[in-house]
């Protein structure tokens, strides 16, 4: 191969290919990998092959990338929701614990506790992780935002059903917590339990959403992290060539 | 590093190590084609390359590029320690499983 002539310098593969190319590729590698397919493509496979079985090369690099990435994003997805599920079972031990087994041994675990400061810092500090991680894998700023919201999703969608599960089997326990008793006094709500399914249904239609978005902000937070950790390493390596 | 890793993988970093301070995307390619005597698409190959830096083997850095490339930047790649000891514990385990065997084997082919 390397006995042919080299293509000139503006011999090009088909333009939609390179577009594409550069659109589905992240926006940290497309250029350093378009650039070394259009270096082979002018280089090594254009003057051994010819035009037509040039660009058919060309045109099969670019599936095969395509193809990796939906493999990777899919990979990705199922990555991120699995560690969503893991966050909401550690949401729904806590709910349980602080909710049902707790009160009954005596210890009081104000319900109150799981949306006060600190763990609300430790749940958005899961989502960044998540989002850090995330970027680490695919080396995009969509990947974390995606993991983000997907991580909140998941596990905030385990842990309300777990609240409306422990509110309403364990009533005659929850029914007594301090804070559901007070808030029942100042509603207009015909009976606790109307009141409690109220609340849950409000948080569905009301905190999910929201919590998911501050879930995708998180997550892209992390990313921000990941790519200044990264940077950073790359400073102190010493080994920048440009 | 507990994985292990699996053939392309090695032949990946083999050539970081063959190509040195060359080592970037169009010449790896080029030189794993070669080695494997088969072609390689780009998405194998950086796919690999991208597996390899997240687990700390191999680390990545941008250069200048030149006209034949459309002036668009090299990505070139370095074994880390990382990868070096991963790729010597790959070398010492193929040489264990294949210890007492005497090489060819005989039989059909």
């Known amino acids: 191969m390397s006995a042919e002539r080299p293509a000139p310098d503006d011999a090009a593969p088909p333009r939609w290919a390179e577009a594409m190319l550069l659109r589905v590729l992240a926006p940290a590698d497309a250029p350093a990998i378009a650039g070394d397919l259009l270096e082979h493509y002018r280089e090594g496979v254009l003057p051994a092959r010819g035009r037509l079985r040039a660009d058919l090369w060309y045109v099969g690099q670019l599936a095969s990338l395509c193809g990796r990435i939906a493999i990777g994003a899919k990979a990705g997805r ?5 560690l969503g599920v893991a966050l909401g079972g550690v949401l729904a031990l806590v709910i349980v614990l602080s909710n049902v087994v707790l009160p009954k041994v005596g210890v009081t ?4 506790d799981l949306d006060g400061p600190l763990f609300m810092v430790l749940l958005f500090a899961a989502f960044a992780t998540c989002g850090f991680l995330a970027y680490r894998r695919r080396r995009s700023f969509a990947a974390p935002f995606r993991a983000g919201l997907i991580v909140a999703f998941c596990s905030l969608s385990i842990a309300m059903l777990t609240f409306f599960a422990v509110d309403n089997l364990f009533f005659d326990l929850v029914s007594r ?3 559901k008793i007070w808030s029942f006094r100042h509603s207009h709500d015909a009976s606790m339990r109307t009141h409690i399914n109220l609340g849950l249904a409000k948080g569905v239609v009301l905190f999910l ?7 995708g902000v998180c997550g892209s937070l ?7 950790l990264t940077f950073l390493r790359s400073l102190l390596s010493g080994e920048s060539r440009s | 590093m507990a994985d292990a890793l699996g053939l392309f993988e090695q032949a990946v970093l083999l050539s970081l190590v063959r190509l040195g301070k060359e080592a970037y995307g169009r010449r790896i390619l080029d030189d794993i084609e070669r080695r494997l005597e088969r072609p390689v698409t780009a998405g194998a190959l950086y796919s690999t390359l991208d597996r390899l830096e997240a687990k700390g083997l191999v680390s990545s850095q941008l250069a200048a590029g030149t006209p034949v490339r459309g002036g668009r930047p ?3 790649y370095t074994l880390n320690a990382l990868g070096s000891a991963a790729l010597n514990r790959a ?6 499983i294949w210890q007492g065997v005497a090489v060819p084997l005989g039989g059909p082919t």
């Open chain 1, 109 to 112: 675990f104000p319900d109150a």
């Open chain 1, 177 to 179: 917590q301090p804070e």
């Open chain 2, 74 to 76: 090299r990505r070139y």
């Open chain 1, 78 to 82: 199922l990555h991120d929701r699995s």
């Open chain 1, 222 to 228: 992390g990313g921000l992290f990941g790519s200044l």
């Open chain 1, 209 to 215: 959403p929201i919590l998911t978005g501050l879930g």
């Open chain 2, 91 to 96: 070398r010492a385990a193929i040489d264990g």
